[in-house]
């Protein structure tokens, strides 16, 4: 008997770029919250602690959903974009030189993941 291939793929790594810019914003935002907390005061670093993680975790997620060519994955970058866009917007707020470094992450991973996602939209 023989076994037809369906429309849906592994193909492997066709968004390459993307992935790799979802772990380095991950990472980013992982080093930066573990950086707030190394701060002499933390209270006004929780907001930017909470985002990081999230938004480390989201990335995280979306690089995983198109590194093995899931259905969901060009949705769930229209989630990607939201949470990084925020996350930049706090950490942009600060002085930190990793707040910094992790808002220009956030910035460059929102707009990558635009530019894959098309018109889906996240309310």
């Not at 970058?77 to 992790?102: D, F, P, Q």
């Not at 635009?114 to 889906?120: C, L, P, S, T």
């Amino acid at each position: 008997m023989e076994h037809q291939q369906s429309g849906h793929h592994h193909s492997g790594h066709k968004h390459e770029a993307l992935i790799q810019q979802l772990l380095a914003c991950a990472t980013a935002c992982e080093n930066c919250a573990a950086s707030c907390l190394d701060e002499q005061d933390v209270t006004p670093m929780a907001h930017c602690i909470e985002l990081d993680r999230d938004c480390a975790d989201v990335c995280f997620l979306g690089a995983q959903l198109l590194i093995r060519d899931s259905e969901f994955a060009h949705d769930y970058l229209a989630v990607c974009e939201k949470v990084c866009r925020e996350c930049a917007e706090e950490c942009g707020k600060h002085e930190h030189e990793h707040c910094k470094k992790c808002a220009e992450e956030c910035r460059k991973c929102a707009d990558a993941c635009h530019a894959h996602h098309g018109n889906v939209q996240v309310s």
